[in-house]
C-alpha cells in the first residue's frame, strides 16, 4: 500500500463513502421495526408515549424517592379499589346511581398479534446474533456483545433493578425520537468524528510504515 495513499485519501473516494453511507442509511423507524414499539419510541403514538412516560416517572419516585415497598404499595392499591368498586357498586344499586363505569377488561386478539409479533423479532434478533458468533465466528461482532454486556454490568453496579429501568425507559422515549428528528445533523457530526479518527489511524500507520521501512534499511 502506497503511504501517500494511506495518508490522504483522495475527494472522490470521500463522495464515493458519503454517497454509499447515504444510500445505505436507514431511517429509524425501519430500524425499529415500524410496528407499534416503534410507533411508541418514536412518539407517534403520543397518548401511549407520554402515558408510558409519566407512569414510569411516578413508579420511579415512590418506590426511590418516597421509599414505598413495591409489593406493599400495590397490594394497598389493588385492595382501595376493589374495596372502592364494590362499595360504590352497592351504592349504586340501592340509590339508583349509574354505576361505575369500567372500560371492557379485555385484551383483543389483534394487541396480542402485535406484541407476539414484535417479541418474535426481538427474539430473532438475538438468535441471529448468537449464530453469527458461535457459527458464522464473528469477531467483531463478538467484541461488540462483550462491549455491551459489560456496560449493562457496570452500569448496573452503580444503580438499583427500578432506577436502571426507569433509566432504560427515557432513554429508549427520548433518544430514538431525537435522532429520527436530527439525523442528519448528528449523522454529519458523527461523519466529521469518523474522519477525525480515520486520519489518526491513518497517520499512525503511515509512522509504523516508515519505521519499518527505515529499519529495513539499517538491516
Not at 442509511?25 to 407517534?44: I, N, P
Not at 400495590?74 to 344499586?93: D, E, H, P, Q, R
Amino acid at each position: 500500500m502506497d503511504a501517500s495513499t494511506l495518508a490522504d485519501p483522495s475527494a472522490a473516494e470521500k463522495d464515493l463513502l458519503m454517497s454509499s453511507q447515504s444510500h445505505c442509511r436507514k431511517s429509524v423507524q425501519q430500524f425499529l421495526g415500524e410496528g407499534s414499539v416503534a410507533d411508541v419510541l418514536l412518539w407517534k403514538n403520543q397518548a401511549t408515549s407520554g402515558i408510558l412516560l409519566v407512569s414510569s416517572s411516578i413508579i420511579w419516585f415512590l418506590f426511590e424517592i418516597a421509599g414505598y415497598n413495591p409489593l406493599l404499595f400495590f397490594s394497598n392499591f389493588l385492595l382501595i379499589l376493589v374495596v372502592t368498586l364494590f362499595f360504590w357498586g352497592k351504592l349504586a344499586y340501592f340509590l339508583n346511581w349509574p354505576p361505575p363505569s369500567l372500560p371492557n377488561l379485555q385484551i383483543s386478539d389483534d394487541s396480542i398479534l402485535k406484541i407476539s409479533s414484535d417479541v418474535h423479532v426481538l427474539i430473532n434478533r438475538v438468535l441471529e446474533t448468537g449464530h453469527a458468533i458461535i457459527v458464522g465466528g464473528n469477531v467483531k461482532l463478538l467484541l461488540k456483545v462483550i462491549v455491551s454486556i459489560w456496560i449493562v454490568a457496570f452500569v448496573g453496579g452503580l444503580f438499583n433493578f427500578i432506577t436502571l429501568v426507569y433509566i432504560g425507559v427515557v432513554l429508549s422515549l427520548t433518544v430514538p425520537a431525537l435522532y429520527n428528528n436530527y439525523q442528519d445533523h448528528i449523522d454529519d457530526k458523527l461523519f466529521a468524528a469518523h474522519e477525525v479518527v480515520s486520519a489518526q489511524l491513518r497517520k499512525f500507520k503511515l509512522n509504523m510504515l516508515t519505521i519499518q521501512s527505515e529499519e529495513k534499511k539499517l538491516h
